[in-house]
């Protein structure tokens, strides 16, 4: 654990406190050596130039510990799984390592993917799941150092073996305490056998900033809890009651619309059927499930009525 005394900072140039006075956030123009269990760190304070972020160089806890340090350089750090570079680095409270990221380029018309992508390195990786090299946005670590979850580079595929089968990758995975899968990101369409019928898993608006909420999620014993997809439901309850669930649409961020694809939530004897507007859980044993393939080809614009598919 370590602490550090902010009044013996240099260089301060602008900061902001928490509402009771401490030191919350700040940026520097002037060197300092942070003292952690992981090396000695300097924070950046240099010209930032076309491609760093110009954020806030330090963040801490109300404690007054270090939260967040944005490097001056790229710098080497130790972890359970071997010693990664670290543009960014952030901390629990009690100085154990959160996460680490490479490179921490400020994206811009001045800086692009493609020039920040040719400085990321490819890393090799091995877990009881599969071995695979591959370049990485980050890596983030429960507080004992073992791995929370791995975020791939845009564009990145690995193949892991999941409770679900060897499937392809990308965004990324995480991970329990004990290194099992505990939700894993498709690169594309993937037939899932589950306890409805056979679904095709898959998100094309997964977010590929972070790793933590996947469109196959599984349990401690890998049994299937989560599944996201376009596939349609055709129900029909012991009782007669009969609903048919498909994706809808929504305004895009880039295009004028995007897809909401069904999250399915699995129980013992229960599945949740959620298409962003309205969930409805079953029984699974007092139920009849008709699964059929959805429409997987990029969506981009609702304006041709002819091939409307009554989305809203």
């Known amino acids: 654990m370590f602490t550090v005394?902010?009044?013996g900072l240099k260089g301060i140039t602008s900061f902001t406190t928490y509402d009771s006075g401490e030191l919350h956030e700040c940026k520097l123009n002037e060197y300092n050596?942070?003292?952690?269990?992981?090396?000695?760190?300097?924070?950046?304070?240099g010209d930032p130039g076309v491609r760093k972020k110009q954020l806030k160089t330090l963040s801490f806890y109300k404690s007054g510990k270090i939260k967040n340090i944005s490097l001056e350089q790229q710098t080497e750090i130790n972890t359970s799984i071997g010693t990664f570079p670290a543009e960014l680095v952030t901390f629990f409270e009690d100085g154990s390592l959160n996460s680490l990221f490479p490179l921490n380029g400020q994206i811009s018309g001045f800086w692009s993917e493609e020039e920040e992508g040719a400085l990321a390195q490819k890393?090799?990786?091995t877990f009881p799941f599969g071995s695979f090299s591959a370049k990485i946005i980050g890596l983030r670590f429960y507080p004992d150092g073992k791995v929370r979850s791995l975020?791939?580079?845009?564009?990145?595929?690995?193949?892991i073996d999941t409770p679900a089968g060897k499937i392809p990758i990308r965004v990324g995975f995480k991970l329990y305490e004990d290194g099992s899968i505990e939700s894993a990101e498709p690169a594309k369409p993937v037939p899932v056998e589950t306890p409805i019928g056979t679904i095709n898993a898959y998100d094309a608006n997964a977010l590929g900033i972070e790793a933590d909420k996947n469109s196959l999620g599984f349990d401690r014993n890998g049994r299937l809890t989560t599944l996201s997809t376009f596939d349609i439901?055709?129900?029909?309850?012991g009782s007669g009651e009969k609903r048919v669930t498909f994706p809808k649409l929504k305004p895009g961020l880039t295009?004028?619309?995007?897809?909401?694809?069904?999250?399915?939530?699995?129980?013992?004897?229960?599945?949740t059927i959620d298409d962003g507007k309205q969930a409805n859980e079953y029984r699974i044993s007092d139920t009849t499930f008709k699964i059929t393939g959805g429409d997987y080809t990029e969506q981009t614009s609702c304006g041709d009525c002819a091939q409307c598919k009554i989305c809203f």
């Open 233 to 237: 439901f055709s129900v029909k309850t």
């Open 255 to 271: 295009d004028d619309y995007e897809k909401v694809p069904i999250k399915l939530h699995f129980g013992e004897d229960s599945v």
């Open 123 to 125: 890393y090799d990786f």
């Open 151 to 159: 975020i791939l580079w845009p564009n990145e595929r690995i193949i």
């Open 33 to 45: 050596l942070i003292r952690t269990k992981y090396g000695d760190l300097v924070p950046q304070y």
């Open 5 to 7: 005394e902010t009044s």
